[in-house]
Protein backbone atom coordinates (compact mmCIF):
# COMPACT_ATOMS: atom_id res chain seq x y z
CA UNK A 1 0.00 0.00 0.00
CA UNK A 2 2.60 2.27 0.91
CA UNK A 3 4.32 1.66 -2.49
CA UNK A 4 1.09 2.30 -4.15
CA UNK A 5 0.67 5.62 -2.59
CA UNK A 6 4.48 6.83 -3.11
CA UNK A 7 3.98 5.92 -6.90
CA UNK A 8 0.72 8.01 -6.82
CA UNK A 9 2.52 11.12 -5.73
CA UNK A 10 5.34 10.47 -8.33
CA UNK A 11 3.17 10.59 -11.37
CA UNK A 12 0.01 13.16 -10.40
CA UNK A 13 2.22 16.20 -9.81
CA UNK A 14 4.58 14.83 -12.92
CA UNK A 15 1.26 14.94 -14.44
CA UNK A 16 0.35 18.51 -13.35
CA UNK A 17 4.25 20.20 -14.19
CA UNK A 18 3.91 18.74 -17.74
CA UNK A 19 -0.26 20.62 -17.72
CA UNK A 20 1.59 23.70 -15.63
CA UNK A 21 4.26 23.80 -18.52
CA UNK A 22 2.08 24.03 -21.38
CA UNK A 23 0.09 26.72 -20.02
CA UNK A 24 3.50 28.59 -18.83
CA UNK A 25 5.15 28.29 -22.77
CA UNK A 26 1.84 29.68 -23.71
CA UNK A 27 1.72 32.93 -21.09
CA UNK A 28 5.82 33.68 -22.13
CA UNK A 29 4.80 33.86 -25.52
CA UNK A 30 1.46 36.26 -24.18
CA UNK A 31 3.84 38.09 -22.03
CA UNK A 32 6.69 38.75 -24.68
CA UNK A 33 4.06 39.98 -27.18
CA UNK A 34 2.10 42.21 -24.78
CA UNK A 35 5.59 43.67 -23.63
CA UNK A 36 6.47 44.34 -27.72
CA UNK A 37 3.04 45.98 -27.85
CA UNK A 38 4.06 48.26 -24.86
CA UNK A 39 7.87 48.85 -26.15
CA UNK A 40 7.06 49.79 -30.09
CA UNK A 41 4.58 52.62 -28.30
CA UNK A 42 7.98 54.35 -28.04
CA UNK A 43 9.33 56.91 -29.89
CA UNK A 44 12.38 54.74 -31.13
CA UNK A 45 11.21 52.01 -31.16
CA UNK A 46 7.62 52.40 -32.81
CA UNK A 47 8.95 52.60 -36.44
CA UNK A 48 9.70 48.65 -35.50
CA UNK A 49 6.82 47.47 -35.05
CA UNK A 50 5.55 45.29 -32.24
CA UNK A 51 5.99 42.66 -34.27
CA UNK A 52 9.63 42.67 -35.24
CA UNK A 53 10.35 43.37 -31.29
CA UNK A 54 8.27 40.42 -30.21
CA UNK A 55 10.72 37.98 -32.30
CA UNK A 56 13.70 39.93 -31.09
CA UNK A 57 12.22 39.88 -27.82
CA UNK A 58 11.82 35.92 -28.29
CA UNK A 59 15.95 35.64 -29.48
CA UNK A 60 16.88 37.43 -26.37
CA UNK A 61 15.32 35.65 -23.95
CA UNK A 62 15.79 32.45 -25.38
CA UNK A 63 19.63 33.53 -25.35
CA UNK A 64 19.54 34.87 -21.88
CA UNK A 65 17.54 33.00 -19.94
CA UNK A 66 16.83 29.63 -22.12
CA UNK A 67 13.97 27.62 -22.89
CA UNK A 68 12.89 24.77 -20.63
CA UNK A 69 11.79 21.70 -22.20
CA UNK A 70 8.79 21.53 -20.06
CA UNK A 71 7.34 25.02 -21.90
CA UNK A 72 8.51 23.58 -24.99
CA UNK A 73 4.76 22.34 -25.91
CA UNK A 74 3.18 25.55 -25.07
CA UNK A 75 5.56 27.93 -26.93
CA UNK A 76 5.10 25.32 -30.28
CA UNK A 77 1.47 25.89 -29.74
CA UNK A 78 1.38 30.03 -30.04
CA UNK A 79 3.89 29.34 -32.71
CA UNK A 80 1.50 27.40 -34.54
CA UNK A 81 -2.00 27.02 -33.74
CA UNK A 82 -2.33 30.64 -32.67
CA UNK A 83 -0.56 32.11 -35.46
CA UNK A 84 -3.16 30.58 -38.08
CA UNK A 85 -6.13 31.79 -36.26
CA UNK A 86 -4.41 35.02 -36.19
CA UNK A 87 -4.13 35.03 -40.12
CA UNK A 88 -7.58 34.32 -40.38
CA UNK A 89 -8.91 36.93 -38.02
CA UNK A 90 -6.56 39.16 -39.63
CA UNK A 91 -8.63 38.93 -43.00
CA UNK A 92 -11.06 41.24 -41.44
CA UNK A 93 -8.11 44.16 -41.96
CA UNK A 94 -8.60 43.31 -46.05
CA UNK A 95 -11.91 45.44 -47.55
CA UNK A 96 -11.68 43.94 -51.84
CA UNK A 97 -14.04 46.22 -52.38
CA UNK A 98 -11.48 49.33 -51.51
CA UNK A 99 -8.94 47.63 -53.47
CA UNK A 100 -11.43 47.13 -56.40
CA UNK A 101 -11.89 50.89 -56.48
CA UNK A 102 -8.21 51.61 -55.80
CA UNK A 103 -8.13 50.91 -59.74
CA UNK A 104 -6.78 47.89 -61.86
CA UNK A 105 -3.49 49.53 -62.21
CA UNK A 106 -3.13 49.03 -58.73
CA UNK A 107 -3.49 45.49 -58.52
CA UNK A 108 -1.58 45.57 -61.54
CA UNK A 109 1.27 47.16 -59.79
CA UNK A 110 1.29 44.63 -57.27
CA UNK A 111 1.24 41.60 -59.37
CA UNK A 112 3.94 42.99 -61.05
CA UNK A 113 6.33 43.95 -57.68
CA UNK A 114 5.40 40.56 -56.68
CA UNK A 115 6.31 38.49 -59.13
CA UNK A 116 9.76 40.60 -59.68
CA UNK A 117 10.65 40.25 -56.09
CA UNK A 118 9.99 36.60 -55.35
CA UNK A 119 12.02 35.60 -58.72
CA UNK A 120 14.78 38.02 -57.44
CA UNK A 121 15.35 37.36 -54.11
CA UNK A 122 14.73 33.39 -54.95
CA UNK A 123 17.07 33.42 -57.82
CA UNK A 124 19.70 35.41 -55.38
CA UNK A 125 19.20 32.95 -52.55
CA UNK A 126 19.85 29.91 -54.91
CA UNK A 127 23.30 31.78 -56.36
CA UNK A 128 24.12 32.45 -52.94
CA UNK A 129 23.24 28.73 -51.79
CA UNK A 130 21.04 29.09 -49.38
CA UNK A 131 18.28 26.67 -48.55
CA UNK A 132 15.01 26.46 -50.83
CA UNK A 133 12.65 26.70 -48.70
CA UNK A 134 14.36 29.43 -46.44
CA UNK A 135 15.16 31.63 -49.68
CA UNK A 136 11.27 31.12 -51.05
CA UNK A 137 10.06 32.56 -47.70
CA UNK A 138 12.16 35.34 -47.50
CA UNK A 139 10.98 36.10 -51.29
CA UNK A 140 7.61 36.36 -50.27
CA UNK A 141 8.21 38.10 -46.69
CA UNK A 142 9.77 40.69 -49.09
CA UNK A 143 7.69 41.02 -51.73
CA UNK A 144 3.82 40.24 -50.09
CA UNK A 145 3.46 41.42 -46.44
CA UNK A 146 6.88 40.93 -44.37
CA UNK A 147 6.99 38.28 -41.61
CA UNK A 148 3.13 37.79 -41.78
CA UNK A 149 3.22 36.31 -45.17
CA UNK A 150 6.26 34.08 -44.13
CA UNK A 151 4.63 32.25 -41.47
CA UNK A 152 1.43 31.92 -43.84
CA UNK A 153 3.50 29.95 -46.70
CA UNK A 154 6.16 28.31 -44.94
CA UNK A 155 3.03 25.42 -44.06
CA UNK A 156 2.72 25.32 -47.87
CA UNK A 157 6.66 24.84 -48.41
CA UNK A 158 7.37 22.70 -45.14
CA UNK A 159 8.97 24.95 -43.97
CA UNK A 160 11.12 23.89 -40.64
CA UNK A 161 10.02 26.07 -37.76
CA UNK A 162 13.93 27.39 -37.77
CA UNK A 163 13.67 28.45 -40.81
CA UNK A 164 10.11 30.02 -40.42
CA UNK A 165 11.50 32.41 -37.43
CA UNK A 166 14.69 33.45 -39.40
CA UNK A 167 12.49 34.42 -42.81
CA UNK A 168 10.03 36.29 -40.35
CA UNK A 169 12.94 38.22 -38.43
CA UNK A 170 15.24 38.46 -41.68
CA UNK A 171 12.15 40.40 -43.44
CA UNK A 172 10.93 42.37 -40.68
CA UNK A 173 14.69 43.59 -39.92
CA UNK A 174 14.55 44.64 -43.40
CA UNK A 175 11.58 46.41 -43.24
CA UNK A 176 12.44 48.62 -40.43
CA UNK A 177 15.39 49.88 -41.90
CA UNK A 178 13.79 50.87 -45.28
CA UNK A 179 11.00 52.48 -43.40
CA UNK A 180 13.67 54.50 -41.60
CA UNK A 181 15.47 55.56 -44.95
CA UNK A 182 12.04 56.26 -46.56
CA UNK A 183 10.86 58.80 -43.84
CA UNK A 184 14.39 60.13 -44.74
CA UNK A 185 13.89 60.08 -48.03
CA UNK A 186 10.70 61.88 -48.69
CA UNK A 187 11.40 65.21 -48.99
CA UNK A 188 13.58 64.52 -51.40
CA UNK A 189 11.90 62.17 -53.69
CA UNK A 190 10.01 64.74 -55.05
CA UNK A 191 6.61 62.81 -54.98
CA UNK A 192 2.82 64.53 -54.24
CA UNK A 193 1.42 62.75 -50.98
CA UNK A 194 -1.01 60.45 -53.26
CA UNK A 195 2.22 59.67 -54.84
CA UNK A 196 4.20 59.08 -52.04
CA UNK A 197 1.81 56.60 -49.67
CA UNK A 198 1.41 54.72 -53.29
CA UNK A 199 5.08 54.52 -53.30
CA UNK A 200 5.23 52.98 -49.54
CA UNK A 201 2.05 50.74 -49.71
CA UNK A 202 3.74 49.55 -52.95
CA UNK A 203 6.80 48.90 -51.97
CA UNK A 204 7.75 48.45 -47.76
CA UNK A 205 6.84 45.11 -46.19
CA UNK A 206 4.89 45.15 -43.29
CA UNK A 207 1.50 47.22 -42.88
CA UNK A 208 2.58 48.96 -40.04
CA UNK A 209 5.91 49.82 -41.94
CA UNK A 210 3.80 51.01 -44.79
CA UNK A 211 1.91 53.56 -42.41
CA UNK A 212 5.05 54.29 -40.02
CA UNK A 213 6.77 55.15 -43.63
CA UNK A 214 3.68 57.52 -45.19
CA UNK A 215 2.68 59.19 -42.01
CA UNK A 216 4.76 62.32 -42.68
CA UNK A 217 3.44 62.82 -45.76
CA UNK A 218 -0.37 62.98 -44.19
CA UNK A 219 -3.32 61.35 -43.96
CA UNK A 220 -4.26 61.19 -47.83
CA UNK A 221 -0.72 59.63 -48.55
CA UNK A 222 -1.44 57.08 -45.45
CA UNK A 223 -4.91 55.84 -46.35
CA UNK A 224 -3.97 55.41 -50.14
CA UNK A 225 -0.67 53.61 -48.72
CA UNK A 226 -2.96 51.09 -46.64
CA UNK A 227 -5.35 50.95 -49.75
CA UNK A 228 -2.42 49.63 -52.15
CA UNK A 229 -0.57 47.68 -49.61
CA UNK A 230 -3.64 45.67 -49.01
CA UNK A 231 -3.42 45.06 -52.81
CA UNK A 232 -0.16 43.03 -52.06
CA UNK A 233 -1.66 41.52 -48.85
CA UNK A 234 -4.77 39.95 -51.17
CA UNK A 235 -2.02 38.45 -53.37
CA UNK A 236 -0.95 36.24 -50.05
CA UNK A 237 -3.81 33.48 -51.07
CA UNK A 238 -3.15 33.33 -54.63
CA UNK A 239 0.86 33.02 -54.11
CA UNK A 240 0.45 30.43 -50.94
CA UNK A 241 -1.81 28.02 -53.29
CA UNK A 242 0.45 28.12 -56.05
CA UNK A 243 3.63 27.84 -53.75
CA UNK A 244 2.21 24.43 -52.42
CA UNK A 245 0.86 23.14 -55.80
CA UNK A 246 4.26 24.28 -57.57
CA UNK A 247 6.09 21.99 -53.96
CA UNK A 248 3.86 19.28 -54.48
CA UNK A 249 4.63 18.76 -58.11
CA UNK A 250 8.53 18.73 -57.28
CA UNK A 251 8.01 16.57 -54.96
CA UNK A 252 6.09 14.39 -57.16
CA UNK A 253 8.47 14.76 -59.56
CA UNK A 254 11.56 13.73 -57.67
CA UNK A 255 9.87 10.55 -56.24
CA UNK A 256 8.62 9.67 -59.69
CA UNK A 257 12.31 9.64 -61.08
CA UNK A 258 13.76 7.41 -58.14
CA UNK A 259 10.80 4.70 -58.79
CA UNK A 260 9.95 3.04 -61.59
CA UNK A 261 6.47 3.29 -61.34
CA UNK A 262 5.13 6.64 -61.05
CA UNK A 263 1.23 5.91 -61.41
CA UNK A 264 1.21 4.87 -57.08
CA UNK A 265 3.40 7.79 -56.51
CA UNK A 266 1.46 10.34 -58.21
CA UNK A 267 -1.45 8.79 -56.04
CA UNK A 268 0.29 9.07 -52.85
CA UNK A 269 1.43 12.78 -53.33
CA UNK A 270 -1.83 13.72 -54.26
CA UNK A 271 -2.99 12.42 -51.14
CA UNK A 272 -0.83 14.32 -49.52
CA UNK A 273 -1.62 17.28 -50.36
CA UNK A 274 -2.54 19.93 -47.54
CA UNK A 275 -5.24 22.31 -47.91
CA UNK A 276 -4.19 25.35 -46.21
CA UNK A 277 -7.70 25.76 -44.54
CA UNK A 278 -5.99 28.86 -42.35
CA UNK A 279 -5.82 30.99 -45.88
CA UNK A 280 -9.39 30.05 -46.74
CA UNK A 281 -10.05 31.23 -43.38
CA UNK A 282 -8.19 34.40 -44.33
CA UNK A 283 -9.83 34.88 -47.09
CA UNK A 284 -13.23 34.28 -45.75
CA UNK A 285 -13.00 36.80 -43.11
CA UNK A 286 -12.33 39.31 -45.94
CA UNK A 287 -15.34 38.50 -47.88
CA UNK A 288 -17.38 39.17 -44.75
CA UNK A 289 -15.97 42.51 -43.78
CA UNK A 290 -16.33 43.42 -47.39
CA UNK A 291 -19.78 42.97 -47.28
CA UNK A 292 -19.87 44.87 -44.22
CA UNK A 293 -21.61 42.20 -41.84
CA UNK A 294 -19.61 43.32 -38.90
CA UNK A 295 -19.82 46.63 -37.54
CA UNK A 296 -16.65 48.58 -37.94
CA UNK A 297 -15.49 49.21 -34.49
CA UNK A 298 -15.66 45.12 -33.84
CA UNK A 299 -13.57 44.55 -36.90
CA UNK A 300 -11.03 46.77 -35.62
CA UNK A 301 -10.89 44.64 -32.43
CA UNK A 302 -10.94 41.80 -34.54
CA UNK A 303 -7.66 43.43 -36.15
CA UNK A 304 -6.27 44.04 -33.11
CA UNK A 305 -6.54 40.58 -31.48
CA UNK A 306 -5.45 39.36 -34.73
CA UNK A 307 -2.05 41.55 -34.16
CA UNK A 308 -1.81 40.35 -31.01
CA UNK A 309 -2.00 36.44 -31.86
CA UNK A 310 1.01 37.13 -34.93
CA UNK A 311 2.91 38.96 -31.85
CA UNK A 312 2.35 35.68 -29.53
CA UNK A 313 3.64 33.22 -32.50
CA UNK A 314 6.17 35.91 -33.55
CA UNK A 315 7.96 35.53 -29.55
CA UNK A 316 7.28 31.89 -29.86
CA UNK A 317 9.49 31.60 -33.09
CA UNK A 318 12.25 33.67 -31.58
CA UNK A 319 12.14 31.63 -28.48
CA UNK A 320 12.65 28.90 -30.75
CA UNK A 321 15.66 30.05 -32.42
CA UNK A 322 19.33 30.00 -31.82
CA UNK A 323 21.51 32.97 -31.82
CA UNK A 324 23.93 30.99 -33.45
CA UNK A 325 21.84 29.24 -35.75
CA UNK A 326 20.33 32.68 -36.81
CA UNK A 327 23.97 33.47 -37.15
CA UNK A 328 24.74 31.20 -39.35
CA UNK A 329 21.81 30.65 -41.52
CA UNK A 330 20.72 34.81 -41.57
CA UNK A 331 23.15 36.48 -43.03
CA UNK A 332 23.10 35.42 -46.63
CA UNK A 333 19.23 35.65 -46.33
CA UNK A 334 19.34 39.08 -44.81
CA UNK A 335 21.88 40.01 -47.86
CA UNK A 336 19.19 38.28 -50.43
CA UNK A 337 16.35 39.96 -49.27
CA UNK A 338 18.37 43.57 -48.86
CA UNK A 339 19.26 43.22 -52.88
CA UNK A 340 15.75 42.35 -53.61
CA UNK A 341 14.07 45.38 -51.40
CA UNK A 342 16.65 47.89 -52.99
CA UNK A 343 14.98 46.65 -56.50
CA UNK A 344 11.82 46.73 -55.55
CA UNK A 345 11.93 50.08 -54.15
CA UNK A 346 13.65 51.15 -57.79
CA UNK A 347 10.92 49.05 -59.67
CA UNK A 348 8.48 51.18 -57.88
CA UNK A 349 9.47 54.26 -58.39
CA UNK A 350 9.46 53.37 -61.63
CA UNK A 351 6.38 52.43 -62.00
CA UNK A 352 4.67 54.99 -59.80
CA UNK A 353 5.71 57.01 -63.22
CA UNK A 354 5.01 54.16 -65.78
CA UNK A 355 1.14 54.21 -64.65
CA UNK A 356 0.97 57.81 -63.70
CA UNK A 357 -0.10 57.23 -60.13
CA UNK A 358 1.66 60.37 -58.88
Known sequence: MAQTVQSQTKVVPFKRRQGIGFVQGIG?????????????????????????????????????????????????????KLLRLGIIMLGMRLNLQSIIQAGPKVLVMAVLHIAFTIAVVASLAKWMKISGKLGLLTACGTAICGAAA???????????????????AVVAILGTLFTLIYSLLYPLLGLSAHGYGVFAGATLHEIAHVIAAAAPAGREAEDIAVVVKLARVAMLVPVSLGLGMWMRRKERQARQSASCDAQPVAEETRQKIQIPWFILGFLLMSGVNTLGVIPGH?????????????????????????????????????????????????????????????
Do not use: C
Open 28 to 80: LTVLLAVAAKYLSSLPLLGVMGHLVIAIMLGLVWRAAVGVPERIAGGVSFSSK
Open 150 to 168: VVAIAPQVQAKDEETAIGA
Open 298 to 358: VASLIVAAAYLLIAVAMAGLGLGVDLAVFRRLGIKPFWAGLLGSVGLTVLGYGTLFLFGLN
